[in-house]
Nanobody, 124 residues
């Protein structure tokens, strides 16, 4: 069982930066693929970024490449999402997720555990 708790959301102006953090319980943190997803009002939840288990490969949704950076700290059992050059269309609830399966990190069905979400609002 893994418990995930996100923090760091808030309100920021367009062009600004915000960092999200996800604290994970459990002693096998490095055995999980860790992902970030987001859901904007009236839209389906979508993939944002992931750090895959085993090989540590990083994956990003096209619209955030070059602006967002995912990283993990195995010693602290945390995964972070640094978001720069934020746009109003980045406004959403952001979720942290964990998967014990080695696969395609963009697939939501891959993930077994989810955090409660944290709101990010980008004003124009």
């Amino acid at each position: 069982q893994v418990q995930l708790v996100e923090s760091g959301g808030g309100l920021v102006q367009a062009g600004g930066s915000l960092g999200l953090s996800c604290a994970a319980s459990g002693r096998t943190f490095t055995s999980y693929t860790m992902g970030w997803f987001r859901q904007a009002p009236g839209k389906e939840r979508e993939f944002v970024a992931a750090s895959r288990r085993n090989d540590g490969n990083l994956f990003y949704e096209d619209s955030v490449k070059g602006r967002f950076t995912i990283s993990r700290d195995g010693a602290k059992n945390t995964v972070s999402l640094q978001m720069n050059s934020l746009r109003p269309e980045d406004t959403a609830v952001y979720y942290c997720a964990a998967s014990a399966v080695y696969g395609t990190p963009r697939q939501q069905s891959l993930y077994d555990y989810w955090g409660q979400g944290t709101q990010v609002t980008v004003s124009s």
